[in-house]
T-cell receptor, first 114, second 113 residues
Framework: KQEVTQIPAALSVPEGENLVLNCSFTDSAIYNLQWFRQDPGKGLTSLLLIQSSQREQTSGRLNASLDKSSGRSTLYIAASQPGDSATYLCAVSPSTYNTDKLIFGTGTRLQVFP | EAQVTQNPRYLITVTGKKLTVTCSQNMNHEYMSWYRQDPGLGLRQIYYSMNVEVTDKGDVPEGYKVSRKEKRNFPLILESPSPNQTSLYFC????????????FGAGSRLTVL
């Protein structure tokens, strides 16, 4: 059974720091991996999607990497800002049938203070 | 604006009183699904639908029903809610299989007393 773990559970950093969020999964047979941002009362927003054949994806200050063989992904946030404060969720798509099904980690709650 | 709309956003009810959480998307998406989010457990899929009249169980379907009679709507039905169904519920949709980004609704916080 696929399990997704995120470390750390919470993180508080001063503005401007570069930071790394970690995600690990137990079964390397994934279709893709996504990173989401969750803001209270606003649902989830997809940040980056990495296909199983890819190694990384970048969007602005965000960079996500995927090492499928070791079951790991990292989300790198450069020059963090208070507006980055949110919960970040990692999710894998575990099968080639129901590929839009996602298995989520429990998230990393990030606070960036001025 | 492309969106997934859930209603109600907040609901407090009592054990056994049937309720329906509606979900509607305006993107002509084929795939829709429901998740529940609980502290320490993350989001877990309840049911999904790949198209009209096609639904299937996710990981935690017990106590829930769904229907997909129209492409845009995917209601979640709790026939006899129990306190263990107190949770934050999300509806999501995508255009289809593979390499697709899910669009999530804003969530519905349900409390069953």
């Amino acid at each position: 059974k696929q399990e997704v773990t995120q470390i750390p559970a919470a993180l508080s950093v001063p503005e401007g720091e570069n930071l790394v969020l970690n995600c690990s999964f137990t079964d390397s047979a994934i279709y893709n991996l996504q990173w989401f941002r969750q803001d209270p009362g606003k649902g989830l927003t997809s940040l980056l999607l990495i296909q199983s054949s890819q190694r990384e994806q970048t969007s602005g200050r965000l960079n996500a990497s995927l090492d499928k063989s070791s079951g790991r992904s990292t989300l790198y946030i450069a020059a963090s800002q208070p507006g980055d404060s949110a919960t970040y969720l990692c999710a894998v798509s575990p099968s080639t049938y129901n590929t839009d099904k996602l298995i989520f980690g429990t998230g990393t709650r990030l606070q960036v203070f001025p | 604006e492309a969106q997934v709309t859930q209603n109600p956003r907040y609901l407090i009810t009592v054990t056994g009183k049937k309720l329906t959480v509606t979900c509607s998307q305006n993107m002509n998406h084929e795939y829709m699904s429901w998740y529940r989010q609980d502290p320490g457990l993350g989001l877990r899929q309840i049911y999904y639908s790949m198209n009209v009249e096609v639904t299937d169980k996710g990981d935690v379907p017990e106590g829930y029903k769904v229907s997909r009679k129209e492409k845009r709507n995917f209601p979640l039905i709790l026939e006899s809610p129990s306190p263990n169904q107190t949770s934050l519920y999300f509806c999501a949709s995508s255009s289809g299989m593979g390499a697709n980004v899910l669009t999530f609704g804003a969530g519905s916080r349900l409390t069953v007393l």
